[in-house]
Structure formats: C-alpha cells, structure tokens
C-alpha cells in the first residue's frame, strides 16, 4: 500500500515568512511523528500525535512552531516567521497503533533564506 | 530526556567484511532500539529493531545486540555488499502504552558507512 506522504518535497520562503508543511500517514495508522534532521545529524523529535491530540509536544523549539491533526489522519506542521536557522529537512513517520514501529515519509526540505 | 551517543561516526570497510556500529543510551526506561539506514536524499528505513525483553535479534545478515544493564546495543552487519553504504541511524524510545512519555524516539547522529568493492 502507501507509504508516507508529504508535501511538498521542498520549499524555499524568506526569514519572517510563514510556512505550512503537510504529512499524509499511512492509512490506518494512529499514531503520527514529526522530526526535523539537519545536515549531518539524526532527526530530532518535535511532536508526536496519538489520534487526533498531541501526546507529546517537547520537541517543538519555541511557540513559532505548531502541529494540528484534525481528523486524526493529515498533520500540517505550521512554523511562523521563520527563520533561517529553522532550514532543515522536516520528516514525519506514522506507526499502526502508537508508540511503536515507525515508518518514515520522504521529507520536507525546508530553506529560508 | 534521553541521550543517545553513537559511534564511530564513519566506518569503511571492504566488500565481504563486517562492520559493527555502536549506540549507548542514558534512560533506563527506554525499551524499543530501531535502527534506520538512510540513503543520500532518501527517508530513513527501519532495518531492524530489539525490545528490552530480547538481547539479541538477527535477520539475515544484520543482527542487533542489547546489553540493558550496559545501557547500550550494537548493530552488526556479515558479508557487507556496496550496496549496504548508506548512513545507519540508531535510536531509544519507550513503547509502554499509558505512558505519556512514550512515543518519541531518540537519534543517535549517525554512522556513515562506505563499503568499497
């Protein structure tokens, strides 16, 4: 079946400007994780969502970042004012019933110039 | 929180060899132990995972290690072919429902590793 899905692959955006960045799960999965990998480094956890509500959000820097999952199946990571040390690649993974194996989508690439 | 040390940081070794990549980490409560292989420009792939109940889990010609009271695992790869060159990611995290820790993995920052033929 599908895999993980998000759009879009790549954005570029000016420092101060606001962004949205879209993951689609695999179908049937509960459980929804956004990380954010910089060159060189693991992903570092930013929000973890069970359902429709974030069991887990001690990942998100600062208040410029926020993550919605609405209905329980696409999460929008929403970064405000961005800046250029929030250039990174955005990763989201979703798992069956949560925590558990995760699979991983193909990544935003973030740019702010 | 957790924090998860990873090395070496690179590792190149010759077609046919072993290599073996190193991970420790510092919460006693973390129980699930994936490791990804991440190709250039590519998502991270789960090659395979150890639970805490379980010290060491092979498949085919990878196998993972976990020594609990250690707080640390190892991922072993036999026979490495060029097409296993990638970087490995390990990581810790809890998968113990109810708990509101649970959920979020931990990454090691990677090993590059580079098979030459």
């Known amino acids: 079946g599908a895999g993980v899905s998000q759009t879009p692959s790549n954005k570029v955006t000016e420092k101060g400007k606001y962004v949205e960045l879209r993951c689609d799960p695999i179908?049937?999965?509960?459980?929804l994780y956004w990380y954010r990998q910089s060159l060189g480094q693991g992903p570092e956890f930013l929000i973890y969502f069970q359902g429709t509500g974030a069991a887990d959000d001690s990942g998100l820097p600062n208040d410029r970042f926020f993550a919605v999952r609405p209905e329980g199946s696409v999460s929008t990571l929403k970064i405000q004012r961005t800046e250029r040390g929030d250039s990174a690649v955005y990763l989201c993974?979703?798992?069956?019933?949560?925590?558990?194996?995760?699979?991983f989508g193909p990544g935003t690439r973030l740019t702010v110039l | 929180g957790e924090n998860v040390e990873q090395h070496p940081s690179t590792l190149s070794v010759q077609e046919g060899d072993s290599a073996v990549i190193k991970c420790t980490y510092s919460d006693s409560a973390s129980n699930y132990f994936p490791w990804y292989k991440q190709e250039l420009g590519k998502r991270p792939q789960l090659i395979i995972d150890i639970r805490s109940n379980v010290g060491e889990k092979k498949d085919q010609r990878i196998a993972v290690t976990l020594n609990k009271t250690a707080k640390h695992f190892s991922l072993h790869i036999t026979e490495t072919q060029p097409e296993d060159s990638a970087v490995y990611f390990c990581a810790a995290g809890r998968v113990a429902r109810g708990n509101t820790n649970a959920g979020k993995s931990t990454f090691g920052d990677g090993t590059t590793l580079t098979v030459k033929p």
């Open positions: 179908s049937g999965h509960t459980a």
């Open positions: 993974a979703s798992s069956l019933t949560g925590p558990d194996t995760q699979y």
